[in-house]
C-alpha cells in the first residue's frame, strides 16, 4: 500500500463538495433520496479505507501532478469528512423514517457547508480551530 500525502489537492475537495451539494439539491428536486447515499457511502468508504471514490475519479482528469495544487490538509478534510458523512446519515436515516424536517435540516445543513466552503470559508476549519484552541486552553489550565 503506498504512503498517502499529507494534503489533498484542491480540485478534489472540491468536487466532493460539489458532488454533497449537488446530490442534497437533485435528492430535494426529485424526492429520490437514494441519490443522498452517492456523498455518503463516498465518504465512508474514504474515511474507513482512505479509498475515496469520487475524489478518485476526479483525479483521473487532473492534469498536472497533485503537488501542482493548492494543497488542503488531509487531517482538517477528515474531520470535515466525518462531519458531512454524519449529517448526510441523520438526513438519510431521516428520510427512511419519514421524520421529513431531520432529514432536510440535516441535508441542507450539509450542503450549505459545503456550498460555503466552495465559496472559501470552511465552517469545518473553524470548527475545528475552535475545538483545538478549546482543548489547549483546558490542558494549560489543568495543568497549572
Not at 56 to 84: C, G, H, M, V
Not at 89 to 95: P, R
Request: glycine share 4%.
Amino acid at each position: 500500500m503506498s504512503e498517502q500525502p499529507p494534503s489533498i489537492p484542491r480540485p478534489l475537495v472540491r468536487t466532493n463538495q460539489w458532488v454533497i451539494v449537488l446530490s442534497v439539491v437533485i435528492t430535494w428536486l426529485t424526492g429520490q433520496t437514494w441519490i443522498i447515499l452517492i456523498p455518503l457511502l463516498s465518504g465512508l468508504l474514504g474515511l474507513f479505507f482512505g479509498f475515496h471514490p469520487i475524489m478518485a475519479l476526479a483525479r483521473q482528469f487532473l492534469r498536472k501532478p497533485l503537488s501542482a495544487y493548492t494543497p488542503e490538509d488531509r487531517e482538517q478534510q477528515r474531520f470535515n469528512q466525518t462531519i458531512a458523512v454524519s449529517c448526510l446519515a441523520l438526513s438519510y436515516i431521516g428520510y427512511m423514517l419519514n421524520w421529513t424536517i431531520a432529514a432536510v435540516f440535516f441535508s441542507a445543513i450539509v450542503a450549505l457547508a459545503a456550498f460555503i466552503a466552495i465559496l472559501g470559508f470552511c465552517i469545518g476549519c473553524f470548527i475545528h480551530y475552535q475545538w483545538s484552541q478549546y482543548r489547549h486552553r483546558k490542558t494549560s489550565t489543568n495543568s497549572h
